[in-house]
């Protein structure tokens, strides 16, 4: 079964929900690059699932939650600007797995 990158990328405006959004990515082995940021790479049934259960937890008037899907060579094409991730969540390991 092949994968694929993705990005994962919310504003939820309620904590709980939020929270829960978050473990779910957890839970789907992505790795927190920012607070409201997920990285990782996902067999492309459990991109769409983690889509589905997303949109089940959300407010879909007042919440967004973006799923990006990326082949390799477009992702090595990504360009970070600046600070580009939280160095208290992400350490040069982390990074190493994807850039």
């Known amino acids: 079964m092949s994968s694929v990158l993705v990005w994962i990328v919310y504003d939820i405006v309620e904590d709980g929900v939020r929270n829960r959004v978050a473990k779910q990515c957890k839970k789907f082995g992505l790795q927190r690059v920012q607070k409201s940021v997920f990285l990782g790479r996902l067999e492309n049934n459990r991109f769409d699932e983690l889509g589905e259960i997303c949109r089940d937890m ?3 008037d007042t919440d967004s ?10 992702f090595r094409r990504i360009n970070v600007l600046g600070q580009g991730f939280d160095r208290k969540l992400v350490n040069d390991e982390i990074l190493a797995k994807f850039f």
Do not use: G, M, T
Not at 66 to 74: R, T, V
């Open 58 to 60: 959300i407010d879909e």
């Open 65 to 74: 939650v973006y799923l990006f899907p990326f082949c390799q060579e477009d």
